[in-house]
């Protein structure tokens, strides 16, 4: 089992841009597949990318293509998310998951949770 604690949220004007960090616990870090989801108010969590134990692929939503990236660090067990051109709409809870398993495209097949930090833009 692995659990995972997420950083980097915050308050930040739209075109601006945030890095979030996702530490996991345990030695096998490195054959899990990661992902960040989203999830705004009123609405239900969604994809927001995902990467493979390798980092050799990855994936993101529609929405957020072009000014997402996702990456590991895999010798320190931490999953970065940085944001780049945030808009309002990128407001939500950000929560990383990590899959024992394969990784689909669009996020499938997630395993465990963190609890989510928030960002929020502002226009």
């Known amino acids: 089992q692995v659990q995972l604690v997420e950083s980097g949220g915050g308050l930040v004007q739209a075109g601006g841009s945030l890095r979030l960090s996702c530490a996991a616990s345990?030695?096998?870090?490195?054959?899990?597949?990661m992902g960040w989801f989203r999830q705004a108010p009123g609405k239900e969590r969604e994809f927001v990318a995902a990467?493979?134990?390798?980092?050799?692929?990855?994936y993101y939503a529609d929405s957020v293509k072009g000014r997402f990236t996702i990456s590991r660090d895999n010798a320190k067990n931490t999953v970065f998310l940085q944001m780049n051109s945030l808009k309002p709409e990128d407001t939500a809870v950000y929560f990383c998951a990590a899959a024992e398993g394969v990784v689909t495209s669009s996020g499938g097949g997630m395993d465990y949770w963190g609890k989510g930090t928030l960002v929020t833009v502002s226009s």
């Open positions: 345990g030695r096998t870090f490195s054959s899990y597949a």
């Open positions: 990467i493979s134990w390798s980092g050799g692929s990855t």
